[in-house]
């Protein structure tokens, strides 16, 4: 199985800080790389796909990028609703695997 | 409007069976992959499985090989996990996801989660 992993496990920001979230695969996987967002209690949200392409409906403050085995999301303003783990996962090759997430908290 | 939308929360002893379903609506059930994924209480996502409505043929991931059986009904647009003898390791969250129609399918919708909680 392709091995993914986050960075940071954790983070504090404020509320207007850009905030970059780092996704690394044991493989080259791109662009076959997806984005989740989870608030406690709640079902993952979908957020990007392919790497840098937004779901419908998700606000354009969240960006994707990267290739070959590296790859970051960014929110380019955080905003209150915006205090959530993230997920990556690849799927290039089965079984999909996610990473472990990255939990965004207020500071 | 893309929907799936799952059973209720369930409490079982172990070694009971269960069947937890999953229903989608808004969208043509058959012409999409349904998958599932485990969350475990206080970890991160797992992905189970998955399969095609169309022909019902599903593919497991290594880890749940054997585990567990997934099945889907077209007819009634119904996708279905099911355990014969669940364990008190079975407990946790499980969601059904879609994924696209795309040669290397990604996940667009989630459903709300079914709780399963196994205990004696």
């Known amino acids: 199985d392709i091995q993914m992993t986050q960075s940071p496990s954790s983070l504090s920001a404020s509320v207007g800080d850009r905030v970059t979230i780092t996704c690394r695969a044991s493989?080259?996987?791109?662009?076959?790389l997806a984005w989740f967002q989870q608030k406690p209690g709640k079902a993952p949200r979908s957020l990007i796909y392919?790497?840098?392409t937004l779901q419908s409906g998700v606000p354009s403050k969240f960006s994707g990028s990267g290739s070959g085995t590296d790859f970051t999301l960014t929110i380019s303003s955080l905003q209150p609703e915006d205090f959530a783990t993230y997920y990556c996962?690849?799927?290039?090759?089965?079984?999909?695997?996610f990473g472990g997430g990255t939990k965004v908290e207020i500071k | 409007e893309v929907q799936l939308v799952q059973s209720g929360a369930e409490v079982k002893k172990p070694g009971e069976s269960l069947k937890i379903s999953c229903k989608g609506s808004?969208?043509?059930?058959?012409?999409?992959?349904i998958g599932w994924v485990r969350q475990m209480p206080g970890k991160g996502l797992e992905w189970m499985g998955i399969?095609?409505?169309?022909?019902?043929?599903?593919k497991y991931s290594p880890s749940f090989q054997g585990q567990v059986i997934i099945s889907a009904d077209k007819s009634t647009s119904t996708a279905s996990l099911q355990w014969s003898s669940l364990k008190a390791s079975d407990t946790a969250m499980y969601y059904c996801?879609?994924?696209?129609?795309?040669?290397?399918?990604?996940?667009?919708?989630w459903g709300q989660g079914t709780l399963v909680t196994v205990s004696s």
């Open positions: 996801v879609r994924t696209s129609s795309s040669y290397f399918p990604y996940i667009d919708f």
């Open positions: 808004g969208y043509s059930f058959d012409a999409y992959w």
């Open positions: 399969i095609y409505p169309g022909d019902s043929d599903p």
């Open positions: 493989q080259a996987i791109s662009p076959y």
């Open positions: 392919a790497a840098s």
């Open positions: 996962q690849q799927y290039k090759s089965y079984p999909p695997t």
